[in-house]
């Protein structure tokens, strides 16, 4: 069944940069809106970006500008490209998809932003 695989996480400087990767098996993104969402410890999971079917993008104002949510040229992944990260960035990503009634979430990705 659908399932999907987030990385690309790790450790980077404020500045930095890094590209979270969410492969899925089971179902083809293109045909659905895909999003982003992060929690950071001991705060509610928050959405982060979003991308529709149509290719449309929505960002939380904390990261319009730094942040871009694309989909993949095979149509089963997508990307979010996270430019000048900064500490309050940290947080686990997931991707995440709405299926029907149904929503998939992904295992998270660690993203730290730390000196």
């Known amino acids: 069944q659908g399932r999907l695989v987030e990385s690309g996480g790790g450790l980077v400087q404020p500045g930095g940069s890094l590209r979270l990767s969410c492969a899925a098996a089971?179902?083809?993104?293109?045909?659905?809106?895909m999003d982003w969402y992060r929690q950071d410890p001991g705060k509610e999971r928050e959405l982060v970006a979003t991308i529709t079917s149509l290719g449309l993008t929505y960002y939380i104002e904390s990261v319009k500008g730094r942040f871009t949510i694309s989909r993949g040229n095979a149509k089963n992944t997508a990307y979010l490209q996270m430019n000048s990260l900064k500490p309050e960035d940290t947080a686990v990503y997931y991707c995440?998809?709405?299926?029907?009634?149904?929503?998939?979430w992904g295992q998270g990705t660690q993203v730290t932003v730390s000196s």
């Open positions: 995440s998809v709405k299926i029907a009634s149904i929503r998939y």
């Open positions: 089971g179902f083809t993104l293109d045909y659905y809106a």
